[in-house]
């Protein structure tokens, strides 16, 4: 069975920092791009980052360059979202996607599989 679990969401104060992981199951996880997406209350899906562990390549959102980081443990089937300098605009469900063959993109339409998603909460 194919799974995409996230964790490490919660609640933080803004300015403060979050790592999220996604830990994939069921697939070769080298044969996978993954991306990270948000969705907040009333607003539609947007695309956070990208990586592709196979080919070493991320993409980023001009709101994630900068602040956030991407990085994959292929031991550990994961894939991480190092989250710095959180905004209270970046409050939102965040889900972890996967998608085949690895070529990272921003494009949620491409992508698989999806995570349940977590919640990320950033208070002003």
């Known amino acids: 069975e194919v799974q995409l679990v996230e964790s490490g969401g919660g609640l933080v104060q803004a300015g403060g920092s979050l790592r999220l992981s996604c830990v994939a199951s069921?697939?070769?996880?080298?044969?996978?791009?993954y991306g990270w997406f948000r969705q907040a209350p009333g607003k539609a899906r947007e695309a956070v980052a990208s990586?592709?562990?196979?080919?070493?390549?991320?993409h980023y959102t001009d709101s994630a360059r900068g602040r956030f980081t991407l990085s994959s443990d292929n031991a550990k089937n994961t894939v991480y979202l190092q989250m710095t300098s959180l905004k209270p605009e970046d409050t939102a469900v965040y889900y972890c996607?996967?998608?085949?063959?690895?070529?990272?993109?921003?494009?949620?339409?491409?992508?698989?599989?999806w995570g349940q998603g977590i919640q990320v909460t950033v208070s002003s």
């Open positions: 996607a996967a998608l085949r063959p690895p070529i990272a993109t921003l494009d949620d339409l491409k992508y698989d599989y």
């Open positions: 069921g697939f070769s996880f080298d044969d996978y791009a």
């Open positions: 990586i592709s562990p196979y080919y070493g390549s991320t």
